[in-house]
T-cell receptor, first 115, second 115 residues
Framework: AQSVTQLGSHVSVSEGALVLLRCNYSSSVPPYLFWYVQYPNQGLQLLLKYTSAATLVKGINGFEAEFKKSETSFHLTKPSAHMSDAAEYFCAVSEGYSSASKIIFGSGTRLSIRP | EAGVTQFPSHSVIEKGQTVTLRCDPISGHDNLYWYRRVMGKEIKFLLHFVKESKQDESGMPNNRFLAERTGGTYSTLKVQPAELEDSGVYFC?????????????FGPGTRLTVL
């Protein structure tokens, strides 16, 4: 079964600093990998997705993630943090290749930004 | 275009009472999913509708939970009778029937508190 593990339930960085949120997946060939973000009082929003087309995936709001098969990782990064990036971030994997496959989520990482 | 909407946004009930959550998917989306996140844990899949049919209900915790999707439009999730461990945030998501990847669009969630 597919699974993802997020390292660190809470990450705090200074404004302007690098953001690095870690995610490792269980399968050697995951169907699709995602990063979702949940801002306070809002729903889950898709940040980016990996669909095997390219290993470096660029998403919204300056975020990107790199698929590394050798490390079974899909870490999320942003070069310079903004106060507006404070939110909870979820790494996720689809169970299968069908467009209707259910999504399996990690436990989430809450990102705080220090002024 | 309207996104996925959920009602109510919050619900506080006593143990033993009944609660019904509603989800309106994006118009034209045949796939509808329910997920929930209990306190401090990962978001977990509950079930998946394709139009009005239950495609996968493997994540439903027990028979106190009943989901319906009459007419293949909106869906309801009823909890009867509610228990303390049912507290959490219930998310609904929808997606198109066909596509290259599994992009599910999430609603803002319903926060359920059982006292």
């Amino acid at each position: 079964a597919q699974s993802v593990t997020q390292l660190g339930s809470h990450v705090s960085v200074s404004e302007g600093a690098l953001v690095l949120l870690r995610c490792n997946y269980s399968s050697s060939v995951p169907p699709y990998l995602f990063w979702y973000v949940q801002y306070p009082n809002q729903g889950l929003q898709l940040l980016l997705k990996y669909t095997s087309a390219a290993t470096l995936v660029k998403g919204i709001n300056g975020f990107e993630a790199e698929f590394k098969k050798s490390e079974t990782s899909f870490h999320l990064t942003k070069p310079s943090a903004h106060m507006s990036d404070a939110a909870e971030y979820f790494c996720a994997v689809s169970e299968g290749y069908s467009s209707a496959s259910k999504i399996i989520f990690g436990s989430g990482t809450r990102l705080s930004i220090r002024p | 275009e309207a996104g996925v909407t959920q009602f109510p946004s919050h619900s506080v009930i006593e143990k033993g009472q009944t609660v019904t959550l509603r989800c309106d998917p994006i118009s034209g989306h045949d796939n509808l999913y329910w997920y929930r996140r209990v306190m401090g844990k990962e978001i977990k899949f509950l079930l998946h509708f394709v139009k009005e049919s239950k495609q996968d209900e493997s994540g439903m915790p027990n028979n106190r939970f009943l989901a319906e999707r009459t007419g293949g439009t909106y869906s309801t999730l009823k909890v009867q009778p509610a228990e303390l461990e049912d507290s959490g945030v219930y998310f609904c998501a929808s997606s198109q029937e066909y596509g290259d990847y599994n992009e599910q669009f999430f609603g803002p969630g319903t926060r359920l508190t059982v006292l």
